[in-house]
């Protein structure tokens, strides 16, 4: 099977459209990934390579709760906790606003998460 050419064959760069492809699953199989592991502990210390540290404790009904040793470290915990709760939200707004909802979810799905009355 021969591929086929696209415009000149020394350009061999990759175009937006594959760029864009790519991001859109690339994010589609973290969102798969981190919705298929087990729920969290109810405290979680998560410390990054570039020193970032946050401990996450949850309460009984799920609200996070974020001790950092400074502020950049609290926006740190901030966004691992949300991540952690909205990694599908996050995922499906993702490919709303890159215009790419239809191609992964189909034409017949609306745009809001909540069901729309026929009238």
């Known amino acids: 099977m021969e591929p086929v050419p696209r415009g000149d064959k020394s350009d061999t760069r990759p175009t937006s459209e594959d760029i864009v492809r790519?991001?859109?699953l690339l994010?589609?199989?973290v969102a798969v990934v981190l919705g298929s592991?087990?729920?969290a502990p109810v405290a979680a210390s998560s410390?990054?390579?570039t020193g970032l540290w946050a401990e996450i404790?949850?309460?009984e009904?799920?609200?996070p709760h974020i001790l950092a040793h400074n502020w950049t470290g609290l926006g740190f915990g901030?966004?691992?906790a949300f991540a952690q709760d909205n990694i599908c939200t996050?995922?499906?707004d993702y490919v709303t606003v890159d215009a790419q909802r239809s191609r992964f979810f189909g034409p017949d799905k609306s745009t809001s998460s909540r069901p729309t009355a026929s009238v």
């Open 22 to 24: 790519r991001n859109t």
């Open 27 to 29: 994010a589609l199989a």
């Open 37 to 39: 592991l087990p729920a």
């Open 47 to 49: 410390r990054t390579s």
């Open 57 to 59: 404790r949850r309460t």
């Open 61 to 63: 009904y799920g609200i």
């Open 78 to 80: 901030t966004g691992y």
């Open 90 to 92: 996050i995922a499906r």
